[in-house]
């Protein structure tokens, strides 16, 4: 399993990109906390007493991007955005190391458990809460709620044919059998007149 420490190296040397987000520096798919510890030993002068303390990742990938200033302002911008930064005995080997100069430094303690590495998880979404954006969200909104309600409206409405099919249907109900039959009746005799009248070139119509 890689260890940070050596991604950090491989994607420096190869010119890789490294992602910065969330609290995450990004490897690809593989990710760690930028708190997260390296095996790389803090120099410690004669003097100084107390546990072993190893760099952060953070602090690590901090010095590469500011690798150009001098030692003394690399400091200074470091406390400004709050990130511990290398010591002066350790920039130069440090430095060689990660930039593949040499394979192997004494420094890396080798036996220290390292922190595994999370898959890299997605991007999360921003909400944009600038002015012009929340005007655009509340537009649309509006937009889709009327357009909703026209939907609504449309299919609420009554159908052409569905009114003609209740017009006919009450006027079936209005009129009894009788009423039907009589006008069926009517009709008959009508036509029968008709033709009775088209047979007698001598009848005259009385209709």
Not at 106 to 123: C, F, G, Q
Not at 169 to 175: G, P, V, W
């Amino acid at each position: 399993m890689a260890d940070c420490l050596s991604l950090l190296r491989q994607y420096n040397v190869q010119k890789k990109e490294i992602i910065e987000r969330d609290n995450l520096i990004i490897f690809d798919q593989l990710a760690w906390p930028k708190h997260v510890k390296t095996n790389y030993l803090v120099f410690k002068g004669a003097k100084e007493s107390g546990p072993k303390d190893y760099y952060m990742l953070e602090s690590l990938l901090f010095l590469l991007k500011n690798v150009a200033l001098s030692h003394p302002l690399y400091i200074q911008r470091a406390n400004t955005q709050k990130i511990p930064s290398v010591k002066l005995p350790d920039r130069k080997a440090l430095l060689a190391y990660l930039n593949g100069e040499t394979e192997a430094s004494s420094s890396i303690d080798k036996s220290v458990p390292l922190e595994m590495a999370i898959a890299t998880p997605a991007p999360k979404r921003h909400r944009d809460n600038t002015p012009d954006a929340m005007k655009k969200a509340k537009l649309e909104s509006k937009q889709i709620l009327e357009e909703k309600q026209r939907l609504a409206a449309k299919l609420s409405a009554p159908k052409e044919g569905g009114a003609i099919t209740d017009q006919i249907r009450s006027l079936s109900e209005a009129m009894s059998v009788e009423k039907i039959a009589a006008i069926k009746a009517k009709r008959l005799a009508k036509k029968r007149q008709t033709i009775k009248l088209d047979n007698d070139p001598n009848a005259v119509s009385c209709i």
